[in-house]
Every structure is written in structure tokens, then in C-alpha cells.
């Protein structure tokens, strides 16, 4: 992909800005000041005075009416910048005025910090229109200027000389914008962010229907495993009445068979109890001497016959039952037979129709079990998507990358020119690396030709805040949309005389409005002797 005009999204940037400065404050009731007016002009100006003089407070005050103060809470409450500059006498009168001009009119800020009372207003003096802070109308005027930015560009604190990872972050966010748009109104970093939450999504939609979709398989495959162990039970019970009619088939009965069977069921013939016949003996024996002649012989003869007529009936009746039961039992019998090879014959077909329907419940289970192998049309398209998003964020990655690179190329170059000019040209090149790392590049000499790098640990600490002030500088220049003053809280504590001339003078080309703060008369001094005019205040 080319990305055509890299730095014309700065140039044209460079061409849009407005000049802003600060024209006076009044200080109300603010730290020790009451009703201190401070008139500040284009250019540079100094605001000397002795320690515990109020230079910081005037320093914190500007920060307040351009963003606020707001009150900690709990114990960060305690030593918050509320607390610290809260007025020492009528702290309900906890305010001020800001006059500063921009685009070429004047506009005014007035703040009331107290909690109790508080209240912002910001009007445009030159006709008169009251603008809404809190709709953003003093940001735009800013040129999207935040805390974090002001303090790590344009405004350098006591011993505040290196700016926070705070500045990283921001030339990182600000380099793919402006690089990628060309007027800083992408934010990739967002983009990216959307982008991973919509895949998040995406991937938990995917992840909810996968586990949807094995539930339904481990609840079809149950079904399937129970169907499959019936089909086996009714294959092991078909076989098993094949196997019991088949034995019924080969064992049918014959003529000879059913004789045999018919002489098994039946009774002996003429059996009469032994019993009965010793009892039937005796009787006739005792009969025989018991009484006398020819009496007894009567008597023998009746008793005869008496037991022969009883054996004759029983023979008689027993003759009679047993052909009653062979001519009913093997008639019972064989239709016996014949129903237990009917019914054998009946459940074998129902077992197979009833086999046959579950092999095809077991067929319909596995097509279907197949089918959830592939993935449906909500799946490929989820997939789709989730490799959409990936692609698009490794993308944004790669361009951000690229468009980090660019400028840091450029800042490089930039704090690259302010180090040469504010050092007399003895370290010519800066590089910044990832972290806001800082390196310093020197020309080597006849023993050692080339570029040396000198880590900033091997410089003296006025050489670190000058390299810091140049990564600031440059970076202001980058980052602002609008031209902002420049805010020095006895930032040159650590400036020899010479370096602090040319820092002056680096400045005084800017054709930007400065502030420097500072309790020696040093830079006072210095101006004079440069010829650089000046707007001396004392406090």
C-alpha cells in the first residue's frame, strides 16, 4: 500500500495554525495572591522574583484556568493542587481571570474553583458571545491541547525537565492520524481497539455455538449409541427364535412318534392296588375257617364274588378313562405344538419390523451426525468475519508501525536541530527510540570515524534537560494544531551561560510567545546582552 504525501498531513497542519497568546491574568484569590494583575506581552517575558516569591503559583494558576482544578478525595485530597493553592484568606473567593488571544480576537476565561461555588465561563470579548466550556468550545480554541499534553510540551515545571510515557503514547496515537488522514481526525488506536472488541464478540459467538453444536452431538450420539445396542438386542433375540423354531421344525412327530408319546402319557392297563388283592384273599381265607361247614363254603363263594364283580368295574371305569385321555391328551398336544411354532413364527416378524425401524433411525442419527462435521452457513460466515477482523487489525498494526516510524523520523530530526542550536552545534543529532528513549549521535573523530552513540547517563545533567527540551519543542511543534506559549518554571537552573544564550535565542526565533519564571536575574541579563527585547515582571 503507498501512502502518498507523508508529511503534506503536517505541512498542511503547520499552515493551519493559530497563533495563541496569553495577555494578562488576575489572580483574585488564588495561593497568597489577591487581586494581582499581571500583563504579559508577545515575545518573551520574565517573571523574576525571590524563592516562596508566588512564581509556581502563577505557573499552577495558568494551568488551572485553562483546564480546571479539581478537588482529590480522601487523603489524595490532603496534598492535591486544590489544597495546595486553596487561598489563605476567604477561600470562598477561590478565583480568577485569564485574557489570551487566538485566531485574532481576545477571549476571556473566568473560573470559580471553590467546590461550593463553582463555575467557568468563557467569553469572546470582542463582540461579546458567551461560549460553552463544557461543550468543548475552549478546547477547540486550544487546539485540542490536554493537561497531559501541556505539561509534557509547553510547560516545563520545577525539575519536571523529562516528560512522562505519557508523550509516547500520544506521538504514537498522533503519528497514524495525521499520517493516515492527513488532519489528525483517524485514531487508529481506537480503531484497533473497536476492532478487537468486535472480534472478542465474534470469537464468544463462536464459542457459544460450537458448545451449542457439541450438545447437540453428544445428544445425538446417545441417541444413536442407545439405538444401535437395541438393533443388537433384537438381532441377538431373531436369532435366537430362528434357532428355537428351527429345533421346532426338525422335531415334529411322525405316525410312530405318536404312538410312542401316547404310550408315555398312558396309564398301565388292568392295574389293580396289590393291597387290594392280599385284603381280598385274606377274606376269603378267614371266611374259609372262621365258620363252620357247609356254612363256610357259602360264605367263600358270596365273598368271591362280591370281589369280582369290584375288580371287574374297576377294570371296567379305568378302561374307560384311559381311552378318554388317549384320544384327548395328544390331540392337546400337537395343537400345543402348533401354536408355539405359530407364535415363534409371529414374533419373528415383529422383531424384524421392529429391527428395521430402528436400523433406519440409526441411519437417519449417523447422516446427521456427518452433517454436523461440516460447518453450516452461520459458521462459515462467523469464520469469515473472525478472519476479517484479524486481518484488519494485523493491518492497522502494520500501518501504525509505518506511520510510527515516519515520525519518528521526523522527530528526530526536528529535536535533531533544536539540540544542535541550543548546544552551539556540539551534539548534532538526537534519537529518540521506543519508550522515549534518548540517545545523543556524535560525528567520531580520525580514530573513530562515524557516529558514536552517547547514552544519556554519560552526559551531565544540563545536557539532559537541554536534549529534554528540544524532544519537548519538537514534539510541541507535531503534536499542537495552534501555536502555544512557552511555559519555563526555572527550567535553565542547570544552563552554563553559553547554552542558556543559545536556548535565548533558539526561542526568540520562534516568534512565539515565552514565559520564563526564574529567581535570578541571569536570563534578564542575557537578553539585554543579545539584544533580544523583553517584558520584565516582577513579582
Excluded at 473560573?111 to 477547540?140: M, P, T, V, Y
Excluded at 464468544?204 to 453444536?213: I, S, V
Excluded at 573523530?445 to 544540563?462: A, F, K, W, Y
Aim: charged share 35%.
Amino acid at each position: 500500500m503507498r501512502i502518498d504525501g507523508d508529511e503534506g498531513g503536517l505541512e498542511r497542519n503547520e499552515r493551519k495554525r493559530i497563533k495563541m497568546k496569553i495577555l494578562g491574568l488576575l489572580l483574585q484569590h488564588f495561593g497568597k495572591f489577591q487581586n494581582r494583575k499581571i500583563r504579559l506581552e508577545d515575545g518573551i517575558n520574565v517573571i523574576y522574583g525571590e524563592n516562596e516569591s508566588g512564581k509556581s503559583t502563577i505557573h499552577a494558576f495558568i494551568k488551572g484556568m485553562l483546564f480546571g482544578i479539581e478537588r482529590g478525595r480522601g487523603r489524595a485530597s490532603l496534598h492535591d493542587t486544590y489544597s495546595i493553592y486553596e487561598p489563605w484568606e476567604g477561600p470562598g473567593q477561590y478565583k480568577g481571570v485569564l485574557r489570551f488571544e487566538s485566531g485574532g480576537k481576545v477571549f476571556r476565561i473566568d473560573r470559580n474553583f471553590d467546590r461550593q461555588q463553582k463555575k467557568a465561563e468563557l467569553i469572546c470579548e470582542d463582540d461579546g458571545e458567551e461560549l460553552s466550556i463544557a461543550e468543548g468550545d475552549l478546547d477547540l480554541l486550544l487546539g485540542g491541547l490536554t493537561p497531559a499534553g501541556y505539561d509534557n510540551t509547553i510547560s516545563i515545571g520545577q525539575l519536571k525537565a523529562r516528560p512522562d510515557q505519557s508523550l509516547a503514547a500520544a506521538l504514537k496515537e498522533y503519528a497514524t492520524s495525521c499520517y493516515a488522514s492527513g488532519n489528525g481526525d483517524l485514531r487508529p488506536e481506537q480503531a484497533i481497539r473497536y476492532l478487537q472488541e468486535q472480534k472478542k464478540a465474534v470469537e464468544k459467538e463462536m464459542r457459544e455455538a460450537l458448545y451449542e453444536k457439541q450438545r447437540e452431538r453428544e445428544s445425538v450420539e446417545q441417541e444413536a449409541s442407545y439405538i444401535w445396542r437395541e438393533i443388537h438386542r433384537l438381532t441377538e433375540e431373531e436369532q435366537t427364535l430362528e434357532d428355537r423354531l428351527s429345533q421346532a421344525e426338525r422335531k415334529e412327530p411322525g405316525p410312530e412318534e405318536h404312538k410312542r408319546l401316547v404310550d408315555e402319557i398312558r396309564p398301565a392297563k388292568w392295574r389293580i392296588h396289590p393291597v387290594e388283592i392280599l385284603i381280598f384273599a385274606a377274606a376269603i381265607i378267614a371266611a374259609f375257617f372262621l365258620f363252620p361247614r357247609p356254612i363256610n363254603y357259602l360264605i367263600v363263594i358270596v365273598i368271591f364274588l362280591a370281589c369280582s364283580v369290584y375288580v371287574w368295574n374297576r377294570l371296567k371305569v379305568g378302561k374307560r378313562k384311559n381311552q378318554s385321555l388317549t384320544e384327548e391328551f395328544p390331540e392337546e398336544l400337537l395343537l400345543e405344538e402348533e401354536m408355539s411354532e405359530e407364535r415363534l413364527r409371529w414374533e419373528l416378524e415383529r422383531i424384524g419390523r421392529e429391527k428395521k425401524d430402528k436400523q433406519i433411525q440409526y441411519d437417519n442419527l449417523q447422516e446427521q451426525l456427518a452433517e454436523m462435521q461440516t460447518s453450516g452457513k452461520a459458521e462459515r460466515a462467523l469464520e469469515k468475519r473472525n478472519q476479517a477482523l484479524q486481518t484488519a487489525i494485523l493491518r492497522m498494526n502494520e500501518l501504525s508501525e509505518v506511520f510510527r516510524k515516519r515520525l519518528e523520523q521526523r522527530l528526530n530530526e526536528e529535536a535533531s536541530k533544536i539540540v544542535c542550536q541550543i548546544t552551539g552545534g556540539a551534539y548534532t543529532k538526537i534519537r529518540v527510540e521506543e519508550g522515549l528513549h534518548m540517545v545523543l549521535l556524535k560525528e567520531g573523530d580520525e580514530t573513530s570515524p562515524g557516529l558514536r552513540r552517547i547514552p544519556m547517563e554519560q552526559v551531565s545533567c544540563g545536557t539532559v534537560e537541554q536534549i529534554c527540551f528540544a524532544l519537548r519543542m519538537a514534539a510541541a511543534g507535531i503534536l499542537q494544531e495552534e501555536e502555544q506559549p512557552v511555559i519555563l518554571d526555572d527550567a535553565f537552573g542547570n544552563y552554563d551561560e553559553e547554552r542558556l544564550k543559545h536556548t535565548l535565542k533558539w526561542l526568540a526565533g520562534q516568534k512565539k510567545q515565552v514565559l520564563i519564571f526564574t529567581c535570578q536575574k541571569r536570563e534578564i541579563r542575557l537578553l539585554q546582552e543579545l539584544g533580544i527585547p523583553c517584558n520584565v515582571v516582577e513579582i
